[in-house]
T-cell receptor, first 113, second 114 residues
Framework: KAGVTQTPRYLIKTRGQQVTLSCSPI?????VSWYQQTPGQGLQFLFE???????NKGNFPGRFSGRQFSNSRSEMNVSTLELGDSALYLC????????????FGPGTRLLVL | AQSVTQLDSHVSVSEGTPVLLRCNYS??????LFWYVQHPNKGLQLLLK??????LVKGINGFEAEFKKSETSFHLTKPSAHMSDAAEYFC????????????FGTGTRLKVLA
């Protein structure tokens, strides 16, 4: 089975712009989670989607949003980018039941100038 | 609230010597615990997982971890380090039931000396 894929792998934006990141889960997985990784804050949970519904979200401002499509692919959007949004954004997929293993993609590295 | 504390931010070992990466957890319920490894510029790879079955969990690449409820610990060990083990390791606890999220420790960077 193919693993979790994320596109693009690298992205450079300027402050105030918006960005959309994409994640394709492992075939058959219905849950997609997003995490932000920074040197200062470590790995933090953004949100999780299951069957096109957001089931849980972390403590991030409303500028961070996401969605999931009927084929389980997910997108994450960040509007009005700030310098502090520079990070590695990781997507993970799982079948969707509690405490199942999450399988991570390689991440999208976003640099905001 | 659930949390994990990785007691060492950096660990250095010589190739061929044992590895010990320490993790303590806090949870108001019986937790699921994981260890993930992240090589430079790569995503996270699952090493092993504890979900209330056997307390000694064997993972990939010779790693294992022991769940000790009395000590609230889940330390990761490997008998003999290899150069390819150099990476960052994360201890993870599952979030409260129904949250479907992971709570990550701050990571331990393992350096393996030749």
């Amino acid at each position: 089975k193919a693993g979790v894929t994320q596109t693009p792998r690298y992205l450079i934006k300027t402050r105030g712009q918006q960005v959309t990141l994409s994640c394709s889960p492992i075939s058959g997985h219905r849950s997609v989670s997003w995490y932000q990784q920074t040197p200062g804050q470590g790995l933090q949970f953004l949100f999780e989607y299951f069957s096109e519904t957001q089931r849980n979200k972390g403590n991030f401002p409303g500028r961070f949003s996401g969605r999931q499509f009927s084929n389980s692919r997910s997108e994450m959007n960040v509007s009005t980018l700030e310098l502090g949004d520079s990070a590695l954004y990781l997507c993970a997929s799982s079948p969707g039941q509690p405490v199942e293993t999450q399988y991570f993609g390689p991440g999208t590295r976003l640099l905001v100038l | 609230a659930q949390s994990v504390t990785q007691l060492d931010s950096h660990v250095s070992v010589s190739e061929g010597t044992p590895v010990l990466l320490r993790c303590n957890y806090s949870s108001s319920y019986s937790p699921s615990l994981f260890w993930y490894v992240q090589h430079p510029n790569k995503g996270l790879q699952l090493l092993l997982k504890y979900t209330s079955a056997a307390t000694l969990v064997k993972g990939i690449n010779g790693f294992e971890a022991e769940f000790k409820k009395s000590e609230t610990s889940f330390h990761l060990t490997k008998p003999s380090a290899h150069m390819s083990d150099a990476a960052e390791y994360f201890c993870v606890v599952s979030g409260p039931s129904g949250t479907y999220k992971y709570i990550f420790g701050t990571g331990t960077r393992l350096k393996v000396l030749a």
